[in-house]
């Protein structure tokens, strides 16, 4: 498995507050992305990366900014959290065309 | 209307019997992936595939391009395969995936 860690693993916060997960990886991996996981949607595309400072959005961008300044740190932040953010949240990675690897996910939730 | 459809989105299963899980796509694709994610567990990837089948243990996964539909088989099922199976349509963009909402399996002795 790709090393790929997630933090915080767990999160709860208020809505209006910003928040910031932090993706980790240690594969040289080129491509990463983000993903929400909510009951009846499956995992859905926020923002990816294909390399250092190239990201793109995805196809529930809104709210959510994103930066990778270095290969092995992919950051999410939302500005203003809301409880339709309320969500658990994926990164995952892929050296090119093939297999995504999943970090372990963090739950976040927004009072 | 998604782009990824999967069948049953519920399967409830005794050991040992054969297990089929059906995925279909409407955007063309390169490659089809088949994941796989525990309750409360992370996800990993069990299958990629473009054509034709592969075979992982228990686990068998085939795919026919022409008519747009993948299946995930498990054969002699067993409770530690509970779980949420996940296809996934690689479309060839920057290794973006379009996913499904997945089947939630059940095993039970």
């Known amino acids: 498995d790709a090393g790929i860690t997630q933090s915080p693993r767990h999160k709860v916060t208020e809505t209006g507050t910003p928040v910031t997960l932090r993706c980790h990886q240690t594969e040289n991996h080129r491509y990463m992305y983000w993903y929400r996981q909510d009951p009846g949607h499956g995992l859905r595309l926020i923002h990816y990366?294909?390399?250092?400072?190239?990201?793109d959005k995805g196809e529930v961008s809104d709210g959510y900014s994103v930066s990778r300044s270095k290969t092995e740190d992919f950051l999410l932040t939302l500005e203003s959290a809301t409880s339709s953010q309320t969500s658990v949240y994926f990164c995952?990675?892929?050296?090119?065309?093939?297999?995504?690897?999943f970090g372990p996910g963090t739950r976040l939730t927004v009072l | 209307k998604n782009e990824v459809e999967q069948s049953p989105q519920n399967l409830t299963a005794q050991e040992g019997e054969f297990i089929t899980i059906n995925c279909s796509y409407s955007?063309?694709?390169?490659?089809l992936h088949w994941l796989q994610q525990h309750p409360g567990g992370g996800i990993v990837s069990l299958f990629m595939l473009s054509s034709g089948k592969k075979k992982h243990g228990r686990l068998i996964a085939t795919i026919n391009i022409q008519e747009k539909h993948s299946s995930l088989h498990i054969t002699a099922s067993h409770p530690r395969d509970s779980a949420v199976y996940i296809c996934?349509?690689?479309?060839?963009?920057?290794?973006?995936?379009?996913f499904g909402t997945g089947t939630r399996l059940q095993v039970t002795l």
């Open positions: 990366s294909y390399g250092v400072k190239d990201t």
């Open positions: 996934a349509a690689y479309g060839g963009t920057a290794s973006k995936l379009t």
């Open positions: 995952a990675t892929a050296g090119g065309t093939d297999t995504q690897y």
């Open positions: 955007v063309g694709i390169s490659a």
